[in-house]
C-alpha cells in the first residue's frame, strides 16, 4: 500500500511539474526582459542586424530584448554559452553562418548546432560581393577570372580572418575557379579593407553590410554579387552567373536559436513575433539601408531554418575539409 501511495504521489509531482512549465509557457514572457547572444564585438554586421531586429522584436514579443556581446572563437563561445543555458525563452542566440560553417573549421567544436538547439527562424541575408583595388587592371568580372588564372602567383585575396565571411566567400570563389590566389588573413574586416583600398591586396570578397560605403563612394572596384539575383541596394552590380560563373552563390545568412528543451509553446511565441519583425516596414527599410534582406515571414520558422541549416552544413563541410583549414 505504501508502495502504491509513492508511486501516486511521484505521478502527481510529475503532473505538477509539467502543469507549472505549461502555465509558465502560457504565460510567457510575463514581462521578463529576454537576453539575446550575439557571438560577435558590438558594432560588427551581425550585431547590426540583431540590434535592429530586437528594437522591432521587442514590440511584437511583448517584452524587452537585451543584447549580450560575447566574441570569440568564430561566434563559437557565445554559441556555446546558449547551448548550455536553461531552455525557457529567456536566453536566444543570434548567430550568422557561421553556425553551419563551425562543425568543419573547429574540430572541439563543444556542441552541436543540429541537436543542441531548437530552431526558431531565419532573420535576414546579407549579400557578398567580389570587389577589387581600383589599380586592379580588368573592368569586368568576365575579364577578371582569366586575369587571375594568369597571374595567380602575384595576386592576394584578403580576408578578415579564419572562418570570416569574407573567408569562406574566398574559398569557393577559389574551388569554382579552381585556381588558388595568395591569401592574406587579417584580423578582422577594417584593416583589410584598409589595405584593399591602398592597393596592399588585390581582391576581397565580403558583406554589403561592411562594405557599402565604400561601394558608394566608388572607392573600390566591384566585380560581381556573389548571388542568383542582383542586390537590390547595388543593382548596377551584376552577378557571378551573369557574367559566365554560375553556381558561386555565398550569402550571410543570419537566424535566431534558442537552448534545446525550449517548451514548444515559447518557441511558438518566438516564432510568431519573429515573422511580425521581419515583416515589419521598419526592420526591412533598416535592413535595405545596410544593403540587406529581411527574409520572408515562411523562412522565419523553426522548420524553414532546421531545413536550411542541414543544407548549408552539407554544403560547407566538403569545401572546408578540401582547402584543409582549422580555425582552432
Not at 51 to 72: D, P
Not at 83 to 88: H, R
Amino acid at each position: 500500500m505504501k508502495r502504491v501511495a509513492m508511486h501516486i504521489a511521484a505521478a502527481l509531482a510529475v503532473a505538477g511539474v509539467g502543469a507549472f512549465t505549461g502555465a509558465q509557457a502560457q504565460e510567457y514572457p510575463g514581462g521578463k526582459p529576454v537576453q539575446a547572444v550575439v557571438p560577435f564585438a558590438a558594432g560588427g554586421p551581425t550585431d547590426k542586424v540583431a540590434r535592429e531586429l530586437t528594437m522591432i522584436m521587442s514590440k511584437h514579443l511583448g517584452t524587452t530584448i537585451v543584447i549580450e556581446n560575447l566574441g570569440g572563437a568564430g561566434g563559437t563561445i557565445g554559441a556555446k554559452k546558449v547551448a548550455q543555458s536553461k531552455g525557457d525563452g529567456y536566453t536566444i542566440l543570434i548567430h550568422h553562418i557561421g553556425m553551419s560553417t563551425a562543425p568543419a573549421l573547429y574540430r572541439n567544436l563543444g556542441f552541436d548546432p543540429l541537436k543542441d538547439f531548437e530552431m526558431v527562424g531565419e532573420v535576414a541575408d546579407v549579400p557578398m560581393v567580389m570587389v577589387g583595388n581600383k589599380q586592379l587592371p580588368p573592368a569586368t568580372f568576365k575579364d577578371l577570372i582569366p586575369y587571375i588564372k594568369a597571374n595567380a602567383a602575384k595576386l592576394s585575396l584578403a580576408n578578415a580572418g579564419i572562418g570570416s565571411a569574407s573567408h569562406l566567400c574566398g574559398l569557393l570563389f577559389q574551388s569554382a575557379i579552381q585556381t588558388e590566389l595568395t591569401t592574406v588573413p587579417y584580423k578582422g574586416t577594417a584593416p583589410a579593407l584598409t589595405d584593399i583600398l591602398g592597393g596592399q591586396v588585390n581582391l576581397m570578397c565580403d558583406q554589403t553590410t561592411n562594405i557599402a560605403g565604400q561601394l558608394k563612394a566608388g572607392a573600390l572596384k566591384p566585380y560581381a554579387a556573389m548571388q542568383s539575383r542582383r542586390v537590390e541596394a547595388f543593382k548596377d552590380i551584376p552577378t557571378a552567373a551573369e557574367q559566365g560563373l554560375p553556381g558561386v552563390e555565398v550569402k550571410i545568412w543570419h537566424a535566431m536559436y534558442a537552448p534545446k528543451g525550449t517548451p514548444k509553446p515559447i518557441i511558438d511565441k518566438l516564432s510568431a513575433a519573429l515573422q511580425k519583425s521581419v515583416q515589419d516596414p521598419t526592420f526591412r527599410a533598416k535592413m535595405a539601408e545596410l544593403g540587406a534582406e529581411a527574409v520572408p515571414a515562411q523562412r522565419a520558422t523553426p522548420d524553414s531554418l532546421r531545413t536550411f541549416l542541414t543544407s548549408e552544413i552539407n554544403k560547407w563541410t566538403p569545401v572546408i575539409k578540401k582547402a584543409g583549414v582549422y580555425a582552432d
